[in-house]
């Protein structure tokens, strides 16, 4: 379907240590004790808070990618990674250690004063046995993973994207009848249980500007538990330009009671591809940009923040020449940078 996103097992274990590591150290530089200073080039410090109060993590795979290039003498690639690696991005929770995860994302976030940016993506019959298959075995699986996600959040400051596709899927009908009714009631436990920690905040997937009318999703958001949540999420890994983004989801915030909405504008630079087979013009498309960079500073008063919620520089999937779903792709994420203005 329009998108889809990889489990990404074995960066995340790597990732998971850096998140810890960082929960008892400041991530934003001074000395530790013998080691070597890294080069200036390659140290990924904080956004300011005021605009972007959302967490970077510095041992991200565009952060590490910044450091192989300068330590190469590629200086020029570095700085266009470095485009990424400075931003915050989504932390995708895997199936197998939620709690310790979410806390160790969580607690690093905390540690620098900022706000973790958490995807929630473990919903069974996800994606419809496309690129990003998978997902929990079973309801009872999957509310015990969201309760390792909570338990591992707690009262620290969290953003969290829920359930990419699982609305959307059921409006389309890629995901079969039989299995509709469980997954409303899962999204709103999953909403429920996150809204009953002090500082998370919870947007439900909306879909994007291209796929359809808001009059076709907004009954099954309130279905899926909208009136609790936060607010929704648009564009997600998705190309849609945010002023079409706005648009379409300031139609839909009318329809489910003036709810707010971030929109994910992490790849839409240079808006959706025309190109190629329609059926994948989402997947890996080629010619594609950096859109605007995490904010919650935006144009528009129902407009939470424009956020990267897709980790730019990950693949969709096996086309186009595309490593597995959410597996680090350098040449590709150069190519994001070097579209890029910013």
């Not at 080069?39 to 410090?45: K, M």
């Not at 976030?109 to 940016?117: F, G, M, P, V, Y």
């Not at 929704?232 to 300031?250: C, E, H, I, L, R």
């Not at 407009?303 to 490593?323: F, H, I, M, N």
């Amino acid at each position: 379907m329009y998108d889809s996103r990889g489990a990404r097992s074995a960066a995340r274990a790597g990732a998971l240590g850096a998140a810890l590591l960082l929960a008892g150290c400041s991530s934003g530089g001074g000395s530790g004790g013998d080691k070597p200073a890294a080069s200036p080039q390659a140290v990924i410090t904080q956004q300011p808070k005021e605009a972007d109060p959302f967490w970077v993590n510095p041992d991200s795979n565009a952060a590490r990618q910044v450091k192989a290039y300068a330590k190469a003498g590629k200086d020029g690639d570095a700085e266009q990674i470095r485009k990424i690696a400075a931003q915050p991005t989504g932390e995708w929770i895997g199936p197998e250690n939620p709690e310790q995860e979410a806390r160790g994302f969580t607690e690093a976030a905390q540690k620098s004063d900022r706000t973790a940016l958490l995807v929630l993506y473990d919903i069974p019959h996800r994606d419809c046995g496309q690129y990003s298959q998978g997902g929990a075995a079973d309801g009872d699986t999957y509310r015990a993973w969201i309760d390792g996600v909570a338990r591992g959040i707690q009262d620290r400051p969290a953003t969290v994207i829920l359930e990419p596709d699982a609305v959307l899927h059921m409006v389309d009908g890629c995901t079969p009848s039989q299995f509709q009714e469980e997954r409303y009631s899962l999204l709103n436990y999953a909403v429920g249980k996150l809204k009953s920690l002090r500082s998370t905040k919870v947007y439900l997937d909306a879909g994007n500007a291209g796929w359809g009318h808001p009059d076709q999703i907004y009954r099954p958001l309130q279905q899926a538990g909208i009136a609790q949540a936060d607010g929704f999420a648009v564009n997600v890994s998705n190309f849609y330009s945010t002023q079409d983004s706005v648009a379409y989801g300031k139609q839909l915030s009318a329809k489910v009671g003036d709810k707010h909405f971030v929109i994910d504008t992490s790849r839409n630079g240079n808006g959706p591809y025309a190109g190629g087979n329609p059926d994948e013009r989402w997947c890996n498309p080629p010619g594609r940009a950096l859109g605007e960079t995490p904010t919650t500073k935006t144009a528009d008063p129902l407009v939470d923040a424009y956020l990267w919620v897709k980790r730019p520089g990950e693949s969709d999937g096996t086309c186009k020449g595309g490593p597995q779903a959410g597996d680090w792709w350098p040449a590709y994420a150069l190519k994001l940078a070097q579209g890029s203005e910013t």
